[in-house]
């Protein structure tokens, strides 16, 4: 901004700016030096030039202040009129003041003559004034008690409280004490005190118990939700009107939000509309500090109603008497709260069974009593082709009913019970839990201890009714006399408050829950002696109790315990340590799983000692894979995989105790794989067989033959997927090892059908077993990992319970069922190869020099033949198609290599010997095509390789050799010596036979 920008230069005059930016800056300079302009000046060539610039210059200058003198000449003249006025106004006030002090001095003088007589008529006003306002109170309170009936027949009981709190007051008040029409008043408001503080204690009564005007309704049994509603702390203390908002110091009026502040449906939706609107309750109360709060709060009606009460009580200064009311009443009204509720159960179960009608009710009881167990078994439901009734042999060996097993109707009617009845405990617990800093103060013995001890033994109860166990306090020494090293020392049980100790009589035993005290050793009998001794009817809905439904009531009970938990606030965390869970904890680990780990070892001994638990019956006359449409496996086998997945089942349902239920299963399994152990060497023991797959060469010969591929998957050998290789080879090693065993002895041989059946049906029992038991080891692995995603996302607090990991011995269980079933089909195949060798051997000591056709197979033959179908056909049932090739599919192979090794024991032999091998080749082959499951091709390629050999003895010597040269060598060097070496009547060998045909036979 230039020196010059200011100036008030008119529009017309512009130049003017303009040439004053062409002066020289240093004119106008603070501290003008006029000697470097004249020494310029005097320098210059045209001193009269530079004098007429500076001349102009001047002219400008002085044209430029013209103007400016002209444009502010009208401002000063408006000054200095404005100042003269402003000047005879000061004077003109001066002199009224100096008036007014002498009008003010001249009162003063009149006014002092009259003071005594204004002093008086000013203290007759005052009097006046009081008088009628004491006449006016006096009226009002007259119509006080009328006007506080009014409020409390409108329930506006905080109005109430406000007008009689006030009434009151007035009442005290210096002046009014000795007004002798006011006494009958105070009297009649003494008793409405008594009135109002009965209304309010019935009114916040029925609201703790979700029973008031104002309360949601409690959970619906078929309306369950997981979620923790809104949790109310209401302090009932001594408080003053300064913790009407929330933080008094005498007390503490708060709300706490859990993790959902959900009270369901139109309920949620209403507090919402309505959050921060004046409640109904107090639209006729003078507004107020606590009106205030209440409005601005965002807590549910039900929780500012019962904010409302509680700030009644502590207005009306009958905390102490309400806290101790409630306390009489906590007990008897939990217990009539669970009875109603169970009894409204039982009336919706049986008007359900009305409107189904009589005869589906009939059918409904029979799947309860029969049915109850079997849905997560749906093989057992169906009755096997055999005649008998899989149903019928677990019902037989399982401990529990059908409907208390771990799947069972009763366990699901006992849980779906307790959560119905925990929830609703949940959703009472909220409105009383208490958050004082100062628990010393006076509310009657109220307090969250005291709430949460009687909460908790009244579900302790119910539990023990379900549980078919009875509460004993009386004589609790002598009955945990034998459980001594489990009752807690008496110094511990004096000092623990906030503890719980329960102690019970069962059927046959007792059990003490430590860390501790008796409630009724407590005192807390004393104060609810009304409380009702009979049971909670439970019997109504359940279909059974006992001592099996610990498992369904074990889930609700943590479940409820980590809610107690989120809800307390933080100086309270340690009362949910103990209490229910650790009774039922205690109450699972010192009674339900030793007599659980009792009863099922006398199940699992009945069926595995039982005599028809290892035998086979199929009426089928082939094999059915499928357990639903009747598998013919072993009843022993079948009624333990289900008594381990009925055990399993338990485990699941207690995820703390799995560890120990588990080890447990595998004890059971181990004891049944030694039975059929035994059932498999009674079989197999001193037999050649069983001997001979023991052998390292023929057991790695049996590893790497193609038909290993039959074996169940998780024990097939390395090789065992190359079906390309040919296994004739590695089954002519096997033979030729078999056939330096002979003689083959009748005694070394399995010649009893039956037992060769049973190895059949415990082979395929055995693999069904262990599929079985890998099934049943991975869903227990999977819910071992639902369990582990379900804690972590849970809070623990308190409550740190530890799952157990689930062990590999299931797997490796399976595993050695898996192999004995091998073992078994491994002994089957080499025994029908030692039998097949055993009726061959006859060959070696036979003269086939016949003078006729018989036209009849062997003896031998025939036997063998007989002997391979009538094992096929009893196998049948009970073995899968594939399994019945790998035992049978060898008899070929072993028969040709055996007929083929006989020729070398046989010395001489004529055209009616060879016709009759060839025959005896014959028979063999049809009776083994004549086995679906062995390939016929195979077979047949196999003996007309027999017949072929020894139809090479009927040619001549020349004949042969065209043949070895004709044909590629199908038989071995030392087969076709052996050729030479017989002798057939009619043919001629010559001397030099042997090196001939070494001459063309491949080296």
Not at 50 to 56: A, G, S
Not at 621 to 643: D, M, N, W
Request: net charge negative; proline share 4%.
């Amino acid at each position: 901004m230039g020196l010059f920008d200011g100036l008030p230069i008119p529009a017309e005059k512009d130049y003017l700016r303009d040439d004053l930016y062409k002066i020289n800056e240093s004119w106008t300079a603070a501290r003008f030096d006029s000697l470097p302009h004249v020494v310029h000046i005097l320098t210059s060539k045209d001193r009269e030039g530079e004098v007429q610039i500076l001349k102009e210059q001047s002219e400008i200058v002085e044209d430029i202040v013209d103007e400016v003198v002209h444009a502010y000449h009208g401002g000063f003249n408006k000054a200095i009129q404005n100042y003269s006025q402003i000047l005879r106004l000061f004077t003109e006030s001066t002199q009224s003041i100096g008036g007014l002090k002498t009008d003010l001095t001249d009162s003063k003088k009149l006014l002092g003559a009259r003071n005594k007589q204004l002093h008086q008529l000013w203290y007759r006003s005052v009097t006046l004034r009081h008088i009628i306002a004491l006449l006016d109170q006096i009226e009002g309170i007259a119509k006080i008690p009328t006007q506080i009936e009014k409020f409390i027949a409108d329930k506006q009981f905080y109005a109430a409280v406000q007008f009689h709190v006030q009434s009151a007051g007035m009442l005290d008040r210096e002046g009014l004490q000795t007004v002798g029409a006011l006494q009958d008043v105070k009297t009649e408001l003494s008793k409405l005190r008594g009135v109002l503080f009965y209304k309010i204690l019935e009114d916040l009564h029925a609201h703790l118990y979700h029973k008031g005007e104002h309360s949601p309704a409690l959970f619906n049994i078929n309306e369950r939700e997981d979620k923790i509603p809104t949790t109310t702390a209401i302090a009932l203390s001594r408080k003053t009107n300064s913790s009407l908002n929330g933080h008094g110091e005498d007390g503490v009026l708060e709300h706490h939000k859990t993790a959902s502040d959900s009270n369901g449906g139109d309920g949620a939706l209403k507090d919402a509309k309505d959050a921060h609107q004046v409640p109904t309750w107090l639209s006729d109360a003078t507004p107020d500090e606590f009106i205030e709060a209440m409005t601005k709060s965002d807590a549910p009606l039900h929780v500012k109603y019962l904010q409302t009460m509680v700030e009644c009580l502590c207005m009306l200064g009958k905390v102490a008497a309400c806290g101790a009311i409630i306390c009489q009443r906590f007990r008897p009204t939990i217990h009539e709260i669970i009875t109603t509720k169970i009894k409204s159960i039982a009336e919706n179960v049986n008007s359900s069974r009305h409107d189904i009608g009589p005869c589906a009710q009939t059918a409904i009881t029979g799947l309860h009593l029969l049915k109850g167990k079997f849905e997560s078994y749906p093989s057992l439901e169906q009755k096997r082709q055999n005649g008998i009734s899989m149903a019928g042999v677990v019902l037989a060996v399982s401990p529990v009913s059908s409907v208390m097993a771990p799947t069972g109707k009763a366990q699901a009617a006992a849980k779906e019970l307790l959560d119905s009845i925990l929830d609703a405990v949940l959703c009472i617990f909220e409105n009383h839990i208490i958050v004082d800093s100062d628990m010393s103060r006076e509310t009657g013995g109220y307090s969250i201890s005291f709430c949460l001890n009687v909460l908790q033994s009244e579900c302790q109860q119910l539990i023990c009714e379900i549980l078919r166990a009875t509460p004993e306090a009386a004589d609790a020494a002598v009955q945990t006399a034998r459980l001594v090293s489990k009752t807690p020392s008496k110094d511990k049980r004096d000092g623990s408050e906030d503890g719980f100790t329960f102690t019970f009589r069962f059927t046959d035993a007792t059990v003490s829950v430590p860390n501790g005290v008796d409630l009724i050793s407590q005192g807390w009998s004393s104060r609810a002696s009304n409380v009702v001794k009979e049971g909670y009817g439970s019997t109504a809905v359940l279909l059974e109790q006992g001592l099996y439904l610990a498992a369904s009531l074990y889930r609700p009970v943590v479940e409820f315990t980590d809610k107690i938990a989120s809800m307390l606030p933080q100086k309270f965390s340690h009362l949910g340590k103990d209490g229910l869970l650790t009774f039922v904890e205690n109450f699972v680990k010192d009674r339900f799983l030793p007599a659980l780990f009792v009863d099922y070892r006398k199940a699992v001994q009945q069926a595995i000692a039982s005599p028809a638990a290892f035998r086979p019956r199929a009426q089928a006359t082939s094999y059915i894979s499928s357990i639903e449409k009747g598998r013919p496996v072993l009843q022993g086998l079948l009624a333990i995989c289900f008594l381990a997945e009925e055990v399993l089942g338990w485990a699941e349902a207690l995820p703390k105790f799995a560890a120990g239920v588990v080890t447990y299963v595998q004890s059971f399994l181990e004891r049944t794989y030694e039975r059929c152990r035994t059932s498999y060497m009674e079989a197999v023991l001193e037999k050649q067989s069983y001997m001979v797959i023991g052998r390292y060469d023929i057991e790695n010969l049996m590893r790497l033959h193609p038909a290993s591929a039959y074996l169940p998957s998780s024990v097939r050998y390395p090789n065992s997927e190359n079906y390309a290789s040919d296994g004739r080879d590695y089954e002519k090693e096997i033979s030729d090892l078999l056939l330096n065993l002979r003689p083959i002895k009748r005694e070394n041989l399995i010649r009893d059908d039956n037992k060769l059946v049973l190895l059949a049906s415990l082979s395929d029992s055995l693999e069904y077993f262990a599929d079985s038991i890998e099934r049943l080891a991975k869903i227990h692995c999977r819910a071992y990992a639902a369990q582990v995603e379900e804690s972590g996302r849970q809070k623990t607090h308190q409550h740190r319970r530890s799952t157990s990991s689930v062990p590999k011995d299931l797997i490796s269980f399976a595993e050695e069922y898996r192999k004995l079933a091998v073992d078994c089909l491994k002994v089957l195949r080499i025994e029908m190869q030692l039998e097949t060798i055993f009726h061959m051997q006859e060959m070696t000591i036979r003269e086939y020099l016949d003078d006729h056709d018989t036209e009849e197979p062997d003896d031998y033959v025939i036997s063998l033949t007989s002997m391979i179908t009538r094992r096929d056909e009893g196998m049948l049932p009970f073995i899968a198609g594939p399994k019945r090739n790998y035992i049978f599919g060898s008899i070929c192979i072993v028969a040709a290599n055996s007929f083929i090794k006989a020729l070398n024991d046989i010395k001489s032999i004529n055209l009616f010997g060879v016709q009759q091998i060839c025959r005896n080749s014959i028979a063999l082959e049809q009776a083994l095509a004549a086995i679906p499951s062995i390939d016929s091709e195979v077979v047949k390629s196999s003996f007309e390789r027999v017949r072929t050999y020894y139809e090479l003895l009927n040619m001549p010597f020349e004949a042969l050799i065209v043949f070895v040269i004709e044909n590629e060598p199908i038989f071995t060097n030392a087969e076709y010596y052996t050729l030479l070496k017989v002798q057939v009547p009619g043919r001629e060998i010559p001397v030099d036979a042997e090196q001939r045909l070494a001459e063309i036979l491949p080296r």
